[in-house]
């Protein structure tokens, strides 16, 4: 059996949180045909083209993508990152965070997350990866602790938003972090929002 947990807009698509699949030995792609085969036609759309999808915590994306071999006893969890479908919304230490997927700036991402941290100075925001993120757990973990780190006086940097960066890169060094998980050689990736849920609404309304 391979379990299947779904976040977010997934579980909106499937009406489900969880269920359990009888096969083995299929790759990753393989389970996504499946999924599509037997979600509901009367939900939400699931966009494939826009979810994380961890395979026992890992990102698939850092082991064979959609060819990943899947096997009974594997735990999958697929996680809709873009805006415009079901939110990402969460609660860390009762503060709400939310996750964005931006795409298409054209090799301007960090100005374009510095004009938004401008629009919307009330909101903590950091830019990383998208292949960084392997999980909405994994987001709460870092989120968390850096909550705590700040509220203890041992935040990794002066920023909030930068010792976001260097935990999800597991470092200390900047530039270090901005190699492993930065922004700007990609063409999509996942910004961290934290804040109050008006500002998190506006900020949704505004992408």
Do not use: W
């Not at 292949?131 to 006086?153: D, P, V």
């Not at 935990?167 to 050689?185: D, L």
Request: charged content about 25%; aromatic content about 6%; glycine content about 8%.
């Amino acid at each position: 059996m391979i379990t299947v947990k779904l976040l977010g807009g997934a579980k909106k698509a499937f009406g489900l949180e969880k269920f359990e699949i009888d096969l083995d030995n299929v790759t990753l792609s393989k389970l996504i045909d499946y999924l599509l085969s037997v979600k509901p036609a009367d939900t939400l759309e699931l966009d494939t083209k826009n979810i994380l999808i961890a395979v026992n915590g890992a990102d698939s994306s850092a082991l064979k993508g959609p060819n990943t071999v899947l096997h009974s006893g594997d735990v999958v969890s697929i996680i809709p990152v873009i805006h415009g479908g079901g939110r990402l919304c969460f609660k860390v230490d009762s503060k709400n965070a939310e996750l964005f997927c931006i795409k298409n700036q054209k090799g301007k991402n960090y100005d374009f997350l510095t004009l938004l941290r401008k629009k919307f100075p009330a909101l903590v925001m950091e830019g990383v990866s998208p292949k960084t993120i392997t999980g909405i757990l994994h987001a709460k973990k870092i989120l968390a602790q850096t909550i705590y780190a700040k509220k203890h006086h041992l935040l990794l940097a002066k920023k909030t938003e930068t010792d976001i960066l260097l935990r999800f890169a597991a470092t200390t060094q900047i530039s270090g972090a901005i190699n492993a998980v930065g922004i700007e050689k990609f063409d999509e990736f996942v910004i961290i929002a934290l804040g109050n849920k008006s500002a998190l609404d506006k900020i949704h309304n505004h992408l």
